[in-house]
């Protein structure tokens, strides 16, 4: 299975379709956010400082992302393909990283944008919650993504909490810096001939419906 990088703002479905597609192609799910997530588990000063910068909508430096990413990607189970899922998120990120697969001998793969409405946007991070042991994830906006008890986790049946980045004030602060930052990677990509632009705005079967087709025809 070829690489599959998903470029998106903020709750436009990164992480769902990631685990869609990590587990139809049995490949792994790398998701930076939640690789610095890890790493402010162990509090370390390098975590207590990706701490502070999740928390107040700014990205970590590129030399710590750099390090986790290369780390990562260097393990036995991103031989046969996995999903990246919040990097690159700059047009220098993006240009690292073609060193990093330069150097492990790895392609580009797919590209896919997924496209949402700010407003929707919103929305959706107002209203998501995630299990505080397993990570899955639920969103009040939408009556399928609701858990089957309010406030607990239908997998492991421990308390759903919000994550302390989804706030407005937080929200407003990740979206401007995706439109300056990340939205100039559309025009990257596109000029390579890797990017597909996806409408993600319906539900998640959508989006993952309209991804397979493009696998398919490619
Ligand atoms: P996510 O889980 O993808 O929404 O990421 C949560 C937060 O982690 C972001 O708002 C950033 O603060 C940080 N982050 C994730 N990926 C990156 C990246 N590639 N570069 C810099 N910061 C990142």
Do not use: W
């Not at 999903?83 to 793969?109: C, M, T």
């Not at 990570?135 to 399928?144: D, L, Q, S, W």
């Amino acid at each position: 299975m070829k690489n599959m990088i998903f470029i998106a703002p903020p709750a436009a479905g990164k992480g769902t379709q990631s685990k869609i597609f990590s587990e139809k192609y049995n490949i792994p799910h790398i998701s930076t956010g939640d690789l610095l997530r890890q790493e402010i588990t162990c509090n370390t000063p390098t975590g207590k400082l990706i701490k502070s910068k999740i928390e107040n909508g700014e990205f970590v430096d590129d030399d710590i992302m750099y390090e986790l990413l290369y780390n990562r990607l260097k393990e036995n189970d991103c031989s046969n393909g996995y999903i990246l899922d919040g990097f690159p998120r700059n047009v220098e990120q993006a240009i690292s990283y073609e060193k990093i697969l330069e150097s492990l001998n790895k392609e580009l793969g797919y590209v896919f944008l997924l496209d949402i409405p700010r407003e929707i946007a919103k929305e959706r991070i107002l209203g998501r919650l995630s299990c505080s042991k397993c990570g899955k994830v639920y969103n009040e906006t939408a009556e399928y993504l609701l858990p089957n008890v309010s406030g607990i986790c239908d997998i492991c049946n421990s308390p759903l909490t919000r994550r302390k980045d989804d706030t407005l004030e937080v929200f407003e602060d990740r979206y401007n810096l995706y439109l300056l930052e990340t939205k100039p990677l559309i025009e990257y990509y596109n000029k390579k001939g890797n990017l597909y632009v996806i409408d993600s705005s319906i539900n998640a079967m959508y989006t993952k419906e309209q991804i397979e087709k493009i696998i398919k025809g490619s």
